[in-house]
């Protein structure tokens, strides 16, 4: 049974930062894409961030580029979502995700596990 759980979720203020976490078992990290996705209240699930199986390729959301980083740690069997420089618009729920394909797609519905979610809330 395969299980994301996310963690370093919180309460900051605009300009802080965060270190999202998301700790696979039952699966490898490094057997497929990861992606991050975030959803607000009333909006759709949007990509965020995206690692490629092999760690040579990230790819991020126009809206968060320059700010956020996404890397793996192979050994921990984890997926980082480094968030720097927040602002209020990025409060939402954020969700890491695992697809068995090697590549990053932005969209939802092409990966295949999910985890609970962690609240980031940034005040102005």
């Known amino acids: 049974q395969v299980q994301l759980v996310e963690s370093g979720g919180g309460l900051v203020q605009a300009g802080d930062s965060l270190r999202l976490s998301c700790e696979a078992s039952g699966r490898s990290v490094s057997s497929g894409a990861m992606g991050w996705f975030r959803q607000a209240p009333g909006k759709e699930r949007e990509f965020v961030a995206g690692i490629s199986r092999t760690s040579s390729n990230t790819y991020y959301a126009d809206s968060v580029k320059g700010r956020f980083t996404t890397s793996r740690d192979n050994a921990k069997n984890t997926v980082y979502l480094q968030m720097n420089s927040l602002k209020p618009e990025d409060t939402a729920v954020y969700y890491c995700?695992?697809?068995?394909?090697?590549?990053?797609?932005?969209?939802?519905?092409?990966?295949?596990?999910w985890g609970q979610g962690t609240q980031v809330t940034v005040s102005s």
């Open positions: 995700a695992g697809r068995n394909g090697w590549a990053v797609v932005a969209a939802a519905r092409n990966y295949d596990y």
